[in-house]
């Protein structure tokens, strides 16, 4: 399962927040929500929060197992 959990940390460390993130970056509120509930998002979506926030995946997502 991979979780967003560091995403909200890092989102803090560069000062935006999810209302700049829909107002100045264009995210839907839908958007933000699936990443809320660890749902599924596409690597498009992935691949802008790394840009806009100049970091690599693994500063906002990360795989834990079911094991």
Same mark, same amino acid.
């Given at each position: 399962?991979?979780?967003? $959990?560091? #995403?909200? +940390?890092?989102?803090?460390? /560069?000062?935006?927040?999810?209302?700049? @993130?829909?107002?100045?970056?264009?995210?839907?509120?839908?958007?933000? $929500?699936? #990443?809320? +509930?660890?749902?599924?998002? /596409?690597?498009?979506?992935?691949?802008? @929060?790394?840009?806009?926030?100049?970091?690599?995946?693994?500063?906002?997502?990360?795989?834990?197992?079911?094991?």
């Amino acid at each position: 399962m991979i979780i967003f $959990d560091k #995403l909200w +940390k890092t989102l803090k460390q /560069n000062d935006i927040s999810q209302y700049k @993130l829909i107002k100045d970056y264009g995210f839907s509120s839908g958007q933000l $929500d699936r #990443l809320r +509930k660890n749902a599924n998002v /596409n690597t498009y979506t992935l691949n802008q @929060l790394c840009e806009i926030l100049q970091c690599e995946l693994s500063d906002i997502a990360e795989f834990i197992s079911d094991k």
